[in-house]
């Protein structure tokens, strides 16, 4: 089993993945003035989990703007200044509240390039936070991925890692291009090592995070964590599998995927979204068409099922895929014999102990 | 003309002319199919779109809407590049992209014409906010019909330019109707002009159809704009045509044809045509030489978008990422 690439120095302070992006944020605005931000509550003590903590202090006030609750609206004055040379970055506190401003979002982010016959460009950042956990519900813990990466036109991310994230955010900031960040809150708490000053990681695709060649899975955000986990079980039993984190979701790099099922015969997909229409089956039907002779198993897709969020630590039970759902899932494409998934199933489960279902298992403290 | 502070009468009634010219020679070879896109003309409003242009700079920006033909040439923008999109052809504006409803060319100030009811609006105030960071004097024009102003988008905008001091000038031009649906069907009897009002927003309310009236109510509100307060304009006008299409629509019950008769007796071209030759600033047979070189300017700019190629299939997958 190898660990992740690190690029960062192991010696670098260990920093999770909200205080990464805020420094990657302050790094890009450093380096650019055209970099503004937006966002509701942008300077107060809470500052957006951190995400945003003391940015204003370092570049000025002037540049952060605090938005009225007027999501459309001041999205669309967003895009304005973007196609006028800024480049905003809105945040928003949930990715629901992005969807009061589909419209700006769809219409006019993901075509003015296009409509404009490439005259225009908008480089703009849209980050939101999946609000996953303590009761947060139907409107204020969807992963809603799915409907940006539908459109052509708009880039979409998912960072997992805090390195990846302070990259990522940076290259998010400099591209030309609309940028939905998707950030899940219990993300936010991943730990790793981070490079001090400005770090740049390419918007390029997936990264192989564990290597294996009993199954491939291709993950999205936080449920890379649960694969990983899943994944250190099953090499423990002895059947290394590859988890290649998406990063990702559009532009849409299908290479390294096809590429590793190509050599594991198996894929497996967990995302954090709806399972029906969503990245899994995207991914599971380019792959399928791209090496179907290859295969030795039909794809896996795990996500959520065909109901909203419920609210009540009663009612997600099961809701969520977790490391010992997608053990269970591998073994058996793998597989193996039950008694043997069963004992690793209660491993990942007694590990967790009496945790409660809606906060972050420590584990996912890293460094990874 | 001789005289200098004439200079912008002759050059309004001109752009007027030359916008009217343009649409009634589309709604005569619409039926052709060859213009294979929606059309929204605006034969009857032209005084709006030329006496806010004419107050304008040519760096200073402009979002329209899907009525966008007279505020894209009142703007500077290229006739032939408006009928060859119009056309589909690959050197319209956009290369065929956007049809007659997306009508942009920013060397001119043209930014975008987006067909969204209020969608351009916090455009044009993010453009503002831009400027206004950028220090360039730059004012933008954010033209809008009534029914905008149902739109919420409308009031987070104008609510932030407020807050935030923009060089923004919303000009809603009121033609009563959205679509099929009276102003009064829509909105509650009050002037539109207390909407800005309640943000604060300084306003004048003027005739629409009066090239005058509108230039001058468009000079105060761009230079009050440019010093950083957001001002609104309420121009009165009328439509002619239908909604979308070629056709007059008087026929099929939504508005009465005394209606559109009073309006009609409102031209804003034959009233600027008249006032200027009752003031023996334009002789008749001025006039006419204008009709017909203008005329001319207008066949030529349709026979380059008909003999322009249409775009190649694969022209398509560019420009989606920059
Ligand atoms: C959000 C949205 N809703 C509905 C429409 C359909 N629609 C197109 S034009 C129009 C009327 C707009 O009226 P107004 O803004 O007053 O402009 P006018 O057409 O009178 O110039 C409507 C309702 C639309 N384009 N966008």
């Given at each position: 089993m190898s660990m992740p690439e690190a690029t960062s120095a192991p010696d670098a302070p260990v920093i999770n993945m909200g205080t990464a992006i805020r420094d990657g944020l302050l790094e890009a605005a450093r380096r650019d003035p055209s970099v503004i931000f937006f966002g509701e509550g942008v300077e107060d003590p809470a500052a957006l989990f951190g995400t945003l903590k003391d940015i204003g202090k370092h570049i000025g006030h002037d540049r952060m703007i605090e938005m009225p609750i007027a999501e459309n609206g001041l999205i669309g004055i967003a895009i304005g200044a973007a196609m006028a040379g800024k480049r905003p970055v809105v945040s928003l506190q949930r990715v629901e509240f992005a969807l009061l401003a589909l419209e700006q979002i769809l219409?006019?982010?993901?075509?003015a390039h296009y409509v404009s016959n490439g005259r225009h460009n908008v480089p703009l950042v849209l980050r939101m936070i999946v609000g996953r956990g303590w009761g947060q519900g139907p409107e204020h813990s969807q992963s809603m991925e799915a409907i940006f990466a539908h459109v052509p036109g708009l880039k979409v991310i998912m960072p997992a890692f805090a390195e990846d994230a302070k990259g990522m955010i940076a290259a998010a900031v400099e591209d030309d291009n609309p940028v939905v960040v998707i950030e899940h809150r219990w993300s936010h708490y991943t730990t790793s090592p981070v490079a001090e000053g400005y770090l740049h990681r390419p918007l390029d695709g997936p990264r192989t995070v564990r290597k294996g060649d009993g199954l491939t899975i291709v993950a999205t955000s936080y449920m890379t964590l649960e694969a990983v986990r899943a994944a250190d079980k099953l090499a423990e039993a002895g059947y290394p599998v590859e988890v290649l984190d998406l990063r990702v979701i559009r532009p849409l790099n299908l290479d390294p995927i096809v590429e590793s099922v190509a050599r594991t015969r198996r894929l497996m997909t967990v995302d954090t979204g709806f399972r029906m229409f969503g990245i899994g089956a995207e991914i599971a039907s380019e792959v399928t068409s791209r090496c179907f002779d290859l295969l030795d198993a039909a794809p896996v897709r795990l996500g959520l099922p065909d109901h909203p969020t419920p609210s009540s630590r009663g009612l997600v039970k099961g809701f969520y895929p977790d490391a010992a759902r997608i053990a269970r899932t591998a073994a058996e494409m793998m597989g193996l014999d039950d008694t043997r998934i069963s004992a690793m199933e209660e491993e990942i489960l007694a590990d967790r102990k009496d945790l409660p279902l809606d906060v972050p298992d420590p584990f996912f403290k890293g460094p990874f | 003309m001789a005289d200098a502070g004439n200079d912008y009468r002759l050059r309004c009634l001109k752009q007027m002319l030359r916008i009217r010219l343009v649409e009634e020679t589309i709604a005569e070879r619409y039926a052709e199919q060859e213009m294979r896109c929606p059309v929204h003309l605006s034969i009857g409003q032209e005084a709006s779109a030329v006496g806010v242009c004419d107050a304008?700079?040519?760096d200073d920006r402009l979002f329209s809407s899907h009525r966008s033909h007279a505020h894209y040439l009142a703007k500077g923008g290229n006739l032939k590049a408006m009928m060859a999109e119009i056309y589909g052809k690959r050197d319209g504006c956009i290369g065929g992209r956007?049809?007659?409803?997306h009508l942009m060319d920013p060397?001119?100030?043209?930014?975008a014409s987006i067909p969204i009811v209020a969608s351009s609006i916090p455009l044009a105030t993010g453009t503002a906010l831009s400027d206004k960071f950028d220090k360039n004097g730059k004012v933008t024009i954010s033209f809008l019909g009534d029914?905008?102003?149902?739109?919420?988008v409308f009031h987070e905008s104008a609510n932030f330019a407020k807050l935030r001091g923009l060089p923004i000038v919303y000009v809603c031009e009121n033609n009563l109707y959205s679509v099929y649906t009276k102003l009064a069907d829509r909105q509650p009897d009050r002037p539109l002009t207390d909407i800005p009002a309640a943000h604060g927003i300084a306003h004048r309310h003027v005739d629409g159809n009066d090239l005058e009236a509108v230039r001058e109510a468009a000079l105060w509100a761009v230079e009050t704009a440019r010093s950083g307060n957001p001002t609104f304009l309420q121009l009165d006008t009328y439509r002619?045509?239908?909604?979308?299409?070629?056709?007059?629509?008087?026929?099929?019950?939504?508005?009465?044809e005394e209606e559109f008769q009073t309006w009609r007796l409102q031209d804003p071209l034959e009233r600027y045509r008249k006032a200027l030759e009752e003031s023996g600033t334009l002789g008749p047979a001025s006039f006419a030489d204008l009709e017909k070189n203008t005329q001319a300017e207008v066949n030529d700019a349709f026979a380059f978008a008909i003999t322009s190629p249409l775009p190649e299939p694969t022209e398509a997958l560019a420009h989606v990422y920059a």
């Amino acid at each position: 089993m190898s660990m992740p690439e690190a690029t960062s120095a192991p010696d670098a302070p260990v920093i999770n993945m909200g205080t990464a992006i805020r420094d990657g944020l302050l790094e890009a605005a450093r380096r650019d003035p055209s970099v503004i931000f937006f966002g509701e509550g942008v300077e107060d003590p809470a500052a957006l989990f951190g995400t945003l903590k003391d940015i204003g202090k370092h570049i000025g006030h002037d540049r952060m703007i605090e938005m009225p609750i007027a999501e459309n609206g001041l999205i669309g004055i967003a895009i304005g200044a973007a196609m006028a040379g800024k480049r905003p970055v809105v945040s928003l506190q949930r990715v629901e509240f992005a969807l009061l401003a589909l419209e700006q979002i769809l219409n006019n982010a993901a075509k003015a390039h296009y409509v404009s016959n490439g005259r225009h460009n908008v480089p703009l950042v849209l980050r939101m936070i999946v609000g996953r956990g303590w009761g947060q519900g139907p409107e204020h813990s969807q992963s809603m991925e799915a409907i940006f990466a539908h459109v052509p036109g708009l880039k979409v991310i998912m960072p997992a890692f805090a390195e990846d994230a302070k990259g990522m955010i940076a290259a998010a900031v400099e591209d030309d291009n609309p940028v939905v960040v998707i950030e899940h809150r219990w993300s936010h708490y991943t730990t790793s090592p981070v490079a001090e000053g400005y770090l740049h990681r390419p918007l390029d695709g997936p990264r192989t995070v564990r290597k294996g060649d009993g199954l491939t899975i291709v993950a999205t955000s936080y449920m890379t964590l649960e694969a990983v986990r899943a994944a250190d079980k099953l090499a423990e039993a002895g059947y290394p599998v590859e988890v290649l984190d998406l990063r990702v979701i559009r532009p849409l790099n299908l290479d390294p995927i096809v590429e590793s099922v190509a050599r594991t015969r198996r894929l497996m997909t967990v995302d954090t979204g709806f399972r029906m229409f969503g990245i899994g089956a995207e991914i599971a039907s380019e792959v399928t068409s791209r090496c179907f002779d290859l295969l030795d198993a039909a794809p896996v897709r795990l996500g959520l099922p065909d109901h909203p969020t419920p609210s009540s630590r009663g009612l997600v039970k099961g809701f969520y895929p977790d490391a010992a759902r997608i053990a269970r899932t591998a073994a058996e494409m793998m597989g193996l014999d039950d008694t043997r998934i069963s004992a690793m199933e209660e491993e990942i489960l007694a590990d967790r102990k009496d945790l409660p279902l809606d906060v972050p298992d420590p584990f996912f403290k890293g460094p990874f | 003309m001789a005289d200098a502070g004439n200079d912008y009468r002759l050059r309004c009634l001109k752009q007027m002319l030359r916008i009217r010219l343009v649409e009634e020679t589309i709604a005569e070879r619409y039926a052709e199919q060859e213009m294979r896109c929606p059309v929204h003309l605006s034969i009857g409003q032209e005084a709006s779109a030329v006496g806010v242009c004419d107050a304008l700079l040519s760096d200073d920006r402009l979002f329209s809407s899907h009525r966008s033909h007279a505020h894209y040439l009142a703007k500077g923008g290229n006739l032939k590049a408006m009928m060859a999109e119009i056309y589909g052809k690959r050197d319209g504006c956009i290369g065929g992209r956007g049809g007659s409803m997306h009508l942009m060319d920013p060397d001119v100030g043209m930014m975008a014409s987006i067909p969204i009811v209020a969608s351009s609006i916090p455009l044009a105030t993010g453009t503002a906010l831009s400027d206004k960071f950028d220090k360039n004097g730059k004012v933008t024009i954010s033209f809008l019909g009534d029914a905008c102003l149902e739109e919420g988008v409308f009031h987070e905008s104008a609510n932030f330019a407020k807050l935030r001091g923009l060089p923004i000038v919303y000009v809603c031009e009121n033609n009563l109707y959205s679509v099929y649906t009276k102003l009064a069907d829509r909105q509650p009897d009050r002037p539109l002009t207390d909407i800005p009002a309640a943000h604060g927003i300084a306003h004048r309310h003027v005739d629409g159809n009066d090239l005058e009236a509108v230039r001058e109510a468009a000079l105060w509100a761009v230079e009050t704009a440019r010093s950083g307060n957001p001002t609104f304009l309420q121009l009165d006008t009328y439509r002619w045509r239908e909604h979308c299409g070629p056709n007059y629509d008087n026929h099929i019950g939504y508005r009465t044809e005394e209606e559109f008769q009073t309006w009609r007796l409102q031209d804003p071209l034959e009233r600027y045509r008249k006032a200027l030759e009752e003031s023996g600033t334009l002789g008749p047979a001025s006039f006419a030489d204008l009709e017909k070189n203008t005329q001319a300017e207008v066949n030529d700019a349709f026979a380059f978008a008909i003999t322009s190629p249409l775009p190649e299939p694969t022209e398509a997958l560019a420009h989606v990422y920059a």
